[in-house]
């Protein structure tokens, strides 16, 4: 039986098998898989916007995709994860709403998605799986035993990537 660990808004968390990590409702959100597949290590992070560099009050580094990414990394290898194993799987990033003039400003999901894939590309961290965009939110759960991420939506079908 895996224990759950919950990880909230503009959080991360991280752990080792048996565990498993959970994030509810993303939205506009990302939630950031990594996981070290050799010592069975995850982490989580669910990112509300891309950039914090555009923001005054920017002191939750888990709120951001290029500061929550590397927060994790930091995370999980103090309990043991290796750099270098990391790959990814991404969810969320959702066009909640729709706007008629489809503002820059209003594309949060997309900028989340496209931040999060700028950032692990550019630290060598590769996406294995994505169920990201549309109009519709996501919770997802991460089981490092089997490196499994599951997906569950409102109306839809659960997916497993």
């Not at 080792?16 to 939630?31: E, I």
């Not at 950039?51 to 290898?77: C, P």
């Not at 590309?121 to 996501?138: F, P, V």
């Amino acid at each position: 039986m895996n224990k759950m660990i919950k990880v909230g808004m503009a959080d991360a968390n991280v752990c080792k098998a048996p565990y498993a990590l959970t994030t509810l409702g993303l939205g506009s959100c990302v939630g950031i898989v990594l996981y070290d597949p050799i010592k069975k290590i995850a982490g989580l992070v669910h990112i509300m916007l891309p950039d914090s560099t555009k923001i005054i009050n920017n002191s939750n580094k888990y709120k951001f995709a290029d500061t929550g990414i590397d927060s994790l990394i930091k995370d999980m290898t103090q309990i043991g994860a290796c750099k270098a194993n990391l790959v990814s799987k991404i969810a969320g990033g959702a066009q909640m709403f729709s706007f008629g003039n489809e503002q820059e400003m209003m594309r949060i999901g997309d900028r989340n998605v496209e931040a999060t894939k700028n950032k692990l590309s550019s630290l060598g961290i590769k996406i294995l799986a994505e169920d990201t965009g549309a109009n519709y939110g996501r919770t997802i759960e991460f089981y490092p035993e089997t490196g499994k991420l599951h997906i569950k939506s409102v109306g839809k079908e659960p997916k497993i990537l």
